[in-house]
């Protein structure tokens, strides 16, 4: 008998010529978030499947949480692999069972090798008079908590398994390219990154503060935010934490007051762009909802924009605060998000925000700045930190540059 879990794929598995592409980023990347826990496994992959064989002492529950975090896997099954001997079958039923603890249950049987049993029913049979005998749980077709399924191939491979929970559909990171998210200390960007990496892309993360807004608290966010949005990842990413300070008070001296947070903005942009070139990202992430706040107007949009040459994704752009927050929750962000900590364009936005600006009187007040490109080589080189993800939690440190 040998322990193992199953993994499915689904929209992979729709990709025509170009699915080993895509199965091999899945499977480097199961490879290489295995290896980094030091577990044991034999990796065997048949079509949409993808089999993970185990020894009966690795706590498999280790596995899971691993697989349940990347992205390309519909659903993760747990089972066994035995010959047709009656006594080894139903102790890999009784493990099932008592790994899931259900109430009810149903079955799913097919004879493939018609010996030991003449159909897929007189197996099925079977196994109900053995559960129902030994763990006495109750038949429920429609609205059942373990659906055993029971596949007899030959007298030396019959599979016994079950559905365990469901993975994270899309594309695994890598398929798409690499990109640079906006991270702020709030809700809405982490989303952004998350719908981005279910998408494709592997993502590094820049977040922009001040000495003010600089605290420790924040600071902390922001990387438990990242750290945790690397974990979807499939190879780590960096965490830029840019002291914006001197941009930021340029900003201030040549910028009309109304117009301040949108001449920030586009110097968000700007300089995340400059970043982008550095780490070969392809494309900025951000996480504006259209008409959420002033600066996320149709007009005030456009014109952010327009100062990147890079693509922008915007994934929230059509959703609201409600469905953002209900996929914080799924990903585990929400309650980071909420730690106390300033984001820096709530304490810049004044009190009247411009709803609609004009792209003429923004790019005249960028025109004031003179020293705008000499103010960002001295924040990149001497006010950048650059911290390499998927170390803090190992180390409670950090491996900056």
């Keep these: 008998m040998k322990k193992y879990i199953m993994c499915t794929i689904s929209e992979i598995s729709l990709k025509g010529k170009n699915i080993r592409r895509f199965k091999k980023i899945l499977l480097d990347t199961i490879t290489n978030k295995l290896k980094n826990n030091n577990l044991n496994y034999q990796m065997h992959e048949n079509n949409s499947r993808i089999f993970l064989y185990l020894n009966e002492e690795e706590n498999i529950n280790i596995y899971i949480e691993i697989l349940k975090k990347i992205i390309g896997i519909s659903w993760i099954y747990i089972g066994y692999r035995t010959s047709d001997d009656e ?68 007298t030396q491979e019959v599979l016994i398994f079950t559905k365990y929970t469901n993975g994270i559909n899309g594309l695994t990171p890598l398929s798409s390219g690499n990109g640079l998210v906006l991270l702020s200390g709030g809700i809405d960007s982490p989303v952004a990154s998350f719908l981005m990496q ?81 780490i070969n990202a392809s494309a900025l992430i951000t996480g504006e909802s259209l008409g959420q706040v002033a600066s996320q107007t149709l007009e005030a ?80 080189e001497t006010m950048t930190q650059v911290i390499e993800l998927g170390n803090l939690k190992k180390d409670g440190g950090e491996n900056a540059e």
């Design 87 to 154: 006594e080894e079958i139903e102790e890999a039923i009784s493990k099932l069972i008592s790994f899931k603890n259900p109430q009810k249950y149903r079955i799913n049987a097919k004879v493939y090798q018609k010996k030991k049993w003449t159909s897929s029913r007189a197996l099925m049979e079977d196994v109900a008079r053995y559960i129902n005998h030994h763990h006495h749980l109750k038949v429920d077709l429609t609205n059942f908590d373990f659906e055993l399924s029971v596949k007899v191939f030959s």
């Design 198 to 278: 279910a998408r494709g892309m592997n993502n590094d993360f820049i977040t922009f503060l001040t000495p003010f807004t600089k605290t420790e608290e924040t600071v902390s966010k922001i990387k438990k935010l990242a750290e945790k949005l690397n974990e979807y990842n499939a190879i780590n990413g960096k965490l830029f934490i840019v002291d914006f300070s001197l941009i930021q008070e340029i900003i201030k001296k040549n910028a009309f007051e109304n117009y301040r947070i949108v001449l920030l903005r586009r110097a968000f942009i700007r300089f995340s762009e400059f970043i982008a070139k550095e």
């Design 301 to 380: 949009q456009s014109v952010i924009n327009e100062v990147s040459k890079l693509i922008v994704f915007k994934p929230l752009i059509g959703l609201n605060k409600i469905e953002i927050i209900k996929k914080a929750t799924n990903i585990e962000t929400l309650e980071i998000s909420n730690l106390p900590g300033d984001d820096m364009c709530s304490n810049f936005t004044p009190q009247s925000p411009v709803i609609k600006p004009k792209l003429d009187k923004v790019l005249l007040q960028e025109s004031w700045i003179n020293d705008y490109d000499e103010k960002a080589k001295i924040t990149w």
